[in-house]
């Protein structure tokens, strides 16, 4: 039978297998065979075997060595190194260590595959061309016998491809926006992956090339590290590795096909936020009828345009913070009023989009982290207070009464869950909602200034970073600084 292969051209492992050693070993083979009456069916019922053969060479894709000449297989041997050379640089063996050495039947093995690729940048006479003469390179990879795997069932094997769907409307997106379409080949993907987790050992044995190159006897049990190709799940791991990489540079996944990634560069300032925001258009009659409940479509229009003015506020102008918060307690009993209040609100706010967030340069020595709160007591339409809290980066400066830069780090403006009885109780909560904001910011800029943090102990890492509260409220001032704690008025928790 190895005869048999061998005339074919077909390569063929050479290490010993007890199934070759047996009488009735066999293989069964499929070719498909011309109708009878055309000439390349005459050729089969004259000699079926020499039909067979010629079938099997032209379908051959691996090469066998024994076929090839001395200088084909220098040329095979350049491009074994060339593998070899891969996987050195990806590191993909390490020692195993003896007491992590499993049993022979579970140690997977590794082969050549040696193939004529095409070569795009031939350099000189090709040692090989195809029929339509192109030149032609050889190809040599090494490939783990994955199906020896003793938990090959238990591997993730499927990966995704991208579809044919994805590919025309890549190209036809590119055409639309005249981009330039190229592609690339990378050299040893599958090795360039991440590595597997210490969960994952396989032990390998690597081929005597390999072996050579890494200065350790032939036959020698190693570590597998990476998803050589031939492994079940080595597709997979490269999708990921991909994946992560492609995310890590500012990449979105299409939600219909995995394999297709987006780059969007964001140009819209909240300038053009704000412009594309329209004003809640109210006819001659509506204004005549202020105190008039809203009806569901100005419902809509208001919570759209209140949304929208919430994000900006949030996150570049906190100056409108507190109007669009108490408008926003107003929505559900809303007015005519309210409406006219949020064009106002909206006009204050685009004409102010020339005003910038700035983030000043601090001095290099440690920072002060300071946190401002204040408190409106029942000045919602629901009887609930107000609180406003603003923290900043600054320098210890600050508390030498000195004119400082403050970089705004966070603002609030919101509405306090607690009921509040008095001014003094607002106060003492918007102080305790500061406060607690500003120990968590504390504790990361810790870390941004290579503290280290340990859980056990946040408040000793929270210490490495100077911060103070800042308050108007000469009540909360006095009860904080009395040398004897005690319990009088009606707010008695905010006292404690």
Known sequence: MAEFIEECGLAMSEDDNAYWKEEGAAVAMSVELPHIKTRKGKEWTRDLGCFFTKQLRRQAVEISERRLSDKEKEGFRQAKQKEVKNFIVAKAFQVLPESMKPSR???????????????????????????????????????????????????????????????????????????????????????????????????????????????????????????????????????????????????????????????????????????AVNEIHLSRARWNEMEAPINAAELHQLRSVLGALSWHATQVAPQWSAPVSLLLTKIHQGTVSDIVEANKLLRKAKLSQHQKLLIHKQGPGTPLIAAWADAANSNREDGGSTKGILVGWTTETLLQGSLVSISPIFWQSAKIQRACRSSAAAETHAAADAEDELYAIRLQAGEFLGEGVKLWSCDESVKMVPGVLVTDSKNLYDRLNRTVLTFKGAEKRASI
């Open 105 to 275: 039947s579970q140690i997977l093995k590794m082969r050549w595959i040696l193939t004529w690729k095409l070569d795009e940048s031939p350099e000189g006479e090709p040692l090989k061309r195809d029929a339509q003469g192109n030149a032609l390179k050889p190809k040599a990879r090494a490939v783990v016998l994955g199906y020896m795997d003793p938990l090959y069932e238990h591997r993730p094997t499927s990966s995704p491809t991208m579809n044919r769907t994805t590919r025309q409307l890549f190209l036809q997106s590119c055409a639309n926006k005249g981009f330039s379409v190229e592609k690339g080949d990378i050299s040893g993907a599958f090795l360039q992956g991440d590595e597997f987790g210490p969960d994952r050992v396989m032990a390998c044995e690597p081929l005597p090339e390999t072996c050579e190159a890494l200065g350790v006897p032939a036959h020698s049990t190693m570590m597998l590290t990476k998803a050589a190709y031939g492994l079940v799940e080595a597709p997979i791991q490269w999708f990921l590795t991909i994946s992560r990489f492609l995310e890590s540079i500012g990449g979105e996944q299409q939600l219909s096909d995995p394999c297709c990634w987006s780059f969007f560069k964001a140009e819209k300032d909240s300038q053009d936020y704000l412009d």
